[in-house]
């Protein structure tokens, strides 16, 4: 064949297997030829499989429908036909479902980025107003307007907001270039619009600069509404006891005093302790949610890699053009792929398994699933599902038996004993096929989470005039043969449509696996820089407010290792307070996330939400090690200090 030209068609946009199966596309190439060219090579000349209808925008579908119905059984009373509309396309409802809930969940991240940042700017806003109350108190007893004392503060305030936004703007646009190479990756699309998103920037802009302005306000406003003398009377460099500190008195807390700072400095302004704990419980949810997602995912693709994997890891799946007898004549795709395991050098383990595969419905209380049915013997095959409830064969059962995902059963709202209907083609004839319902039984539950995949005993091929028939082989490569060259091999055979390593989808799996570890990985570098700078300004202010009390220690004989290990102890509290508020957070919003959103996307898994222990300890260590060690970035400063002088400022 000759190469014309490329081209793109919507529907391939997304390749979906069997049972809507998202992964594996690397195992297929699409190409586009006449429909003469396509008959010919099917040796179906002056055949069709599929009509397609344009509709008025005015047209209703449900009575073209009806039409079309009533014409095509009047017409052709033993071939059945299905409607597939384009909100039923899987494709498509797929994409734009991804687009929508990855707006909401980005969303969602970007909220919580804001509130901590928010919360980081006013505890910043709010020690520095504190630092100022003194300040504040003598300009309100001289009569200097209140507007023109708030003046300063706010403009601190806004020069923090801006430069904060700007920096964060550009930051933004690196990642939206790198999050965007590595998301082609993932979904290759004929195009994308790569252009400056303004509007998405320009409200990002507005938030960065109206929370932290926002969070400015608030301490200035509530230092204005004091009155003169107070504000003068407890100016920042007083001792103060306020707060919870009376709750210190109550407690029987160990050691001596020094030991026993970190807790009443804590109790002393809870607001601020509240903040900075707050501050890093969002940098904490971040991380547990980002990388929970990531384990439920991961957890999620295990199960299903073990439900393929569980018996023969190396086995092929040989799809046929039509059906074909089982024990046949020498030139059918059976008997001539039969003769491949036999010989001096055989290239297969042994005779190919023959198996059926056809499209199928689940009907159950008005809800309609598409599986992909496979029919195996159930007693000798080399593959059988691996079931988490029920059976593989029904015991004397009256009517049939059918294996489904626990998804599908969720979906259906059954369990295993219970009856469904179950809509298959009816062979006809050569060529003619029929859709009928019966009337099946749940027999078992298999592990795989994909929903569009059911099972049945080949014995069951009679409900669909079927038996003895099959479109499907099972092969084993022979010890020491190649896969890839197996498939080259049976791809020469008569017959052959496909040929589909089943370790191909579990190597899929894995790649899209690394893509997404790439773009978590990144976003879990911003969380603790974003953690990391709480720590450090929250450690950092504390130093200043403290400098004299800490110049105090130094000049009783306090060596500096002690003073930092205060310092460390009191961080250490935080970081543990913030880190148990965060997991906590994190594992609510991953289930929200979970089962809201992402279920919502991909309807056909089952996910099972999971954290493990590794996202423990890493959300442990981002909360509390990263958190308690900043104070260590202090000690060149008290190294520094000037100990006279310091002690020498008076109120």
Known sequence: MTLVGLGYSPEYFQIVGEGNNIFGEGNFGIFFVALETAQTLAHQEGLVNNLVFQL????????????????????????GINFTTQADDAVRTNMYADAKNDQVMWNMIAVLFLVGAALAAFNLAGRIVESQRRQIGIGMALGVPRFRIAFRPMLTGLQMA?????????????????FTALFNEIMPLPYEDLSFYWWGYIQAGLLGILLPFVATLIPVWRALRVQPVDAIRSGYLVSKSGGLSQVSELLPLPGRSFMQMPIKNLLRSPWRTLLTVLGIAMAVILMTMFVGFLDTFM???????????????????????????VRGEADDPVAALTALAEGEQPLLAAAPETALIVGAKLLHEGVKLDVALELHDMESAVWVPKLTAGKLVGSGAEIPGIIIAQKAAEDLGVQVGDTITLQHPYREGELEYQLVE???????????????????????AELMNLAGLSNRLVVQPAPGERTDAVKQ?????PGITSVQAIQDVSDAMDEIMKLFTTILQVVQVVVIILAFLIAFNSTSISVDERLREIATMFAFGLRIRTVTRMQISENLIIGVLGTLIG????????????????????AEFKFTVSISSTTLVLSALLGVLVVALTPILSIRRMLRMDIPSTLRVME
């Open 56 to 79: 008025d925008q005015d047209a209703d579908v449900k009575t073209v429908q009806a039409a079309i119905q009533a014409r095509w059984t009047e017409l052709f009373p033993s071939i």
């Open 162 to 178: 801006l430069l904060g936004t700007i920096l964060g703007l550009v930051c933004g646009l690196i990642f939206y270039r790198m």
């Open 299 to 325: 957890a999620t693709i295990e199960q299903s890699e073990d439900a393929y994997l569980h018996q023969v890891p190396d086995r092929l799946l040989v799809d046929l053009d039509t059906f074909y007898p």
């Open 438 to 460: 019966t009337d099946v039984q749940i027999a078992g539950i298999h592990n795989n989470p994909l929903r569009g995949l059911a099972y049945m005993d080949s014995r069951y």
């Open 489 to 493: 091999v049976l791809f020469m055979q």
């Open 583 to 602: 997991i906590a957070g994190g594992w609510i919003i991953l289930n929200q996330m979970m089962v809201a959103r992402i279920e919502e996307q991909l």
